[in-house]
């Protein structure tokens, strides 16, 4: 399937007023190989998946530039009427002040950067906020948090043993509990029990300022997260860009985000 024929059903027609989703974007290197001896420069993109979702939902999705300069966040930030940080790799767990070391490999100290300056500059402008996996934990730790850096040994509740937490995306991998009263309950519908994909092997622990805990697997790896403060602030664990089609639930939420950017 080619790309025109992949987004064809989600064109934007001559006077359409989709609201501007910003998208934080991945950062991808390449090594050299035989195919391409040279080193290519890293790569700013975003999944397809998650800009359909965007797309089916109503937005119209641009990605953002990996930037350091203020002047040009400032701008991207006013120019959004919502915003969307995807998942990724891990969070350096630096920023909360452990220093007990971490595999370097697994980091994007870029994003890291950058998203942690986003986030602010989304809340202080109390524009809507969408954040998937890496970026519902960025959203903590940004607020001033902490994460979970080793999902696999996480302690399930009594009387449970712990989901596979390990890379499902396109279909359910568990049950998560949803608060109810909500801003996640309400994204998702009115439900407070849904399925969830999963792929991550991190998760929120400590709270950051103003951060709510909403949501949980049944095992008890936290799930979802919001800042009750704000019209619409929401991080979930699980990647609802892959299973937006085949999960009710998932596409409700990607609805909800895009209304929310819309002024609905």
Partial sequence: MTDTERVKPFSVA???TRPV???APRLERTDPCLRMPERLAPEEAVATVFMDAILAAGGLPLVMPLTEDEAVLASLVEMADGVAIPGG?????ALWGDTSGYDEALLCPERDA???????????????????????QILNVALGGSLCMDVPHFEPVNGMV????????????????????????RALGGFTMVQANSSHHCCVDRLGEGVELVA????GVPEGIEVPAERFCLGVQWHPEYTWRTIPTDFSLWKAFV???RGA
């Fill in 114 to 136: 950058f998203e942690v300056r986003l986030v602010r500059a989304v809340l202080a402008a109390h524009k809507p906020l969408f954040a998937t996996c890496r970026g519902a």
């Fill in 14 to 16: 001559a006077g359409d």
């Fill in 216 to 219: 949980r697997a049944t095992d």
């Fill in 162 to 185: 712990r989901w596979r937490h390990a890379p499902i995306l396109s279909d359910p991998a568990h049950p998560v509990e949803v608060k109810a009263g909500s801003l996640l309950e």
């Fill in 89 to 93: 790799q891990d969070v350096n767990p």
């Fill in 259 to 261: 209304d929310a950017a």
């Fill in 21 to 23: 989703i910003l998208v």
